[in-house]
């Protein structure tokens, strides 16, 4: 039996989202049908965890951390939550011993002749936080030679010296924030082929002393700030992170502010300070940052940022706008918005050209479970809230992503009993769709539900419900929100393949039993080299032929090595071109704005680059969508 709705709550009201947070008759009406509720259980003490209650409402966030305008920004109330430790390793791990040696052997070679490279008498270390750990690292070679090596990562304050006799000394000197067991891993190269390697891992266990006083304290850092681009007299917020190695909060000071800037510590995270000021030359500005230790104040460390304030001119692009060449065409153009991309430097114009171009718009991370609902019983929307209101104000449609995954999950749910998990599905459907039901026109109700050979992803959701999940989880959305295109969004069924042949059959399974499916979403993380561009028109086809809508999600051209952007520009294009042919196409959205914050920025696969500028690929779609004969 399941009533997850807390009708109760009514102190949302005071909230901006309140008027969604109720849920409809009908709504409640489906959840009773879902659930076999017989009616006896009307209270709100049968949900197996407490829904949004006051505790978990966002409250408005003071400007001087945003870059927002023309709209509110809002903020998680409390303060940040504690963080779940991730334990890599264990005292059992440490006590197994030297773990052994992993060996990379380039094809074809031959390992019985040439034995692999070694290192002389490594072993386990444990060590006091403060202590200084020393180890030498000798490689051998059974060949005779000298292998050559290198450390994989180098642990916070540690180094790799060079003894100039074959040898490497590794030294480092653990704090309080390395307690517990650190892995260090030095690769050595085989003499004859240098793609032959060993890597050999330590463990490094750092306890606490039972004098605390006795570990140095040494000066805090700077956490990195990357390279921004901004326009001039925009605003612009820069978030900085002091990093003190002994676990204590370090304070940072701007000794010459921008004029009229200010410099607060944020509220929520006491180690981050945010700057907001509004650039009114352009050129390269640089800005001095102290972080200063919080137990010696004569302990500092001093670094400079810089960013590049560019002319609003630098920022326009010619031709009409893709969101008014689209609009004509019915079509929505779409991107996935950075999860919070009011609080970065550049996020004024981040909203200004996300505004100009696009008329739909998905939270690219904040409607995840794990960050909606973290904890049973605690909900952060802030970041959502704030997507609606920015998209409310930008004119923008919202399409909602995802409601059922299989990752992102929060870790108690990945810990559920099994036999709860149905309830625990259907109590979450209910309270994220409720919220956001008046905002979001277009749900990823099921997202990647088919694994690469075909089934169906062995998620939790399938652990504990079978298929059936899928048909629950679109009956309880199609309740809750009727007016709601309802999706699956999926990944490789662009081409033919096995996730295709069972995309087709699940719509069919689906179909014939009445399930409430609208439409399809193509995610399309291509490369440059993507060209089945036939198969892709022959599934869409497919897919029409369902009475189903099809919509381009995640579409984005990741540059493979060597190729042009002209290359990139193409497979756009073509894209494009096969939603404008195929009526049941309503929207195309890429999988971000800027190469700068891109899933794949390595690969530079969106129609801006990293300082905005439009790139031959939006040009592209720009001409498709133009182009009345298409
Ligand atoms: O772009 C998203 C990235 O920032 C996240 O770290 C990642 C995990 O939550 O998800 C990425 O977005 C994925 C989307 O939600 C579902 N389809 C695949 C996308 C790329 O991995």
Redesign the pocket.
């Known amino acids: 039996m399941i009533i997850p709705l807390h009708m109760s709550q009514s102190f949302l009201i005071d909230n901006p989202r309140a008027r969604v947070a109720l849920p409809s008759l009908a709504a409640l009406f489906a959840l009773f049908v879902l659930s076999g509720c017989d009616g006896s259980s009307g209270s709100s003490d049968s949900s197996l965890t407490a829904g949004p209650g006051a505790d978990d409402q966002p409250i408005a966030e003071a400007p001087a951390f945003n870059t927002a305008s023309g709209f509110v920004v809002v903020r998680e109330p409390g303060p940040r939550l504690p963080v779940e430790a991730t334990v890599e390793y264990t005292d059992a791990d440490f006590d197994a011993g030297l773990p052994a040696i992993v060996l990379q052997v380039p094809d074809g070679f031959d390992t019985t002749t040439n034995l692999p490279p070694n290192f002389d008498n490594l072993q386990n270390v444990s060590v006091m936080a403060g202590e200084l750990v020393e180890v030498v690292y000798r490689p051998v070679d059974p060949e005779g030679e000298l292998p050559g090596m290198f450390p994989e990562e180098l642990l916070q304050g540690s180094s790799f010296d060079d003894n100039f006799d074959g040898t490497k000394t590794f030294r480092w000197r653990p704090l309080q924030m390395d307690v517990g067991i650190n892995a260090f891993t030095v690769t050595a190269l085989d003499p004859a082929n240098d793609s032959y390697r060993a890597s050999q891992t330590i463990f490094i266990k750092v306890e606490l002393p039972d004098d605390p006083s006795t570990i140095p304290n040494v000066a805090p850092m700077l956490d990195e700030f990357r390279p921004h681009t901004v326009r001039v007299n925009d605003p612009v917020v820069i978030e900085l992170k002091g990093i003190d190695l002994n676990g204590d909060t370090p304070i940072l000071e701007i000794p010459d502010l921008p004029v009229g800037g200010s410099f607060n510590q944020h509220p929520r995270f006491a180690e981050i300070y945010v700057l907001k000021f509004v650039p009114t030359t352009t050129g390269t500005l640089t800005i001095d940052v102290v972080a200063r230790d919080s137990i010696d104040s004569a302990l500092t460390a001093e670094e400079s940022i810089s960013i590049s304030v560019l002319a609003a001119s630098a920022f326009t692009t010619t031709g009409q706008p893709l969101r008014a060449l689209a609009e004509v065409r019915d079509l929505r153009i779409g991107f996935a918005a950075l999860q919070s991309f009011y609080h970065r430097p550049d996020g004024a114009i981040y909203a200004d050209i996300a505004e100009r171009e696009f008329n739909f718009v998905t939270p690219?991370?904040s409607m995840?479970m794990d960050q909606i609902n973290p904890e049973p019983g605690r909900f952060q929307f802030a970041a959502t809230d704030n997507l609606v209101s920015f998209a409310q104000s930008a004119d923008m449609t919202v399409h909602g992503?995802?409601i059922i995954w299989y990752?992102?999950l929060p870790n108690w749910i990945e810990q559920a009993p099994l036999t709860q998990v149905e309830q625990h599905m259907s109590e979450y459907i209910s309270r994220l769709m409720s919220r956001y039901k008046d905002d979001v026109t277009v749900w990823d109700v099921i997202?990647?539900p088919l694994a690469d050979n075909g089934s169906l992803r062995d998620s939790i959701w399938h652990k504990a419900m079978g298929e059936s999940y899928i048909d629950k989880a679109f009956a309880q959305a199609r309740a809750v929100a009727p007016d709601a295109q309802l999706l699956i969004n999926e990944?490789d069924i662009s081409m033919e393949g096995p996730k295709a042949t069972a995309l087709f059959a699940l719509i069919d399974r689906m179909q014939a039993n009445d399930i409430p499916l609208d439409g399809i979403g193509f995610?399309m993380?291509f490369f440059t080299s993507f060209d089945q561009f036939t198969e892709l028109e022959a599934n869409f086809a497919k897919v029409a032929e369902r009475d189903l809508d099809i919509y381009i999600t995640?579409l984005d051209v990741s540059l493979a090595q060597g190729a042009t952007l002209a290359q990139q520009a193409s497979v756009y294009e073509r894209v494009v071109s096969l939603c404008l042919a195929q009526p049941r196409c309503k929207a195309i959205q890429t999988?971000g704005l800027t190469d700068q914050y891109s899933?794949r920025s390595i690969f530079d696969p969106l129609l801006f680059n990293r300082s905005y500028q439009a790139k031959p690929a939006y040009t592209a779609v720009q001409g498709v969508l133009a182009d009345t004969t298409q």
């Open positions: 690219e991370n995840k992503h995802p990752r992102q997202n990647e990944f995610q993380h995640e999988w899933f």
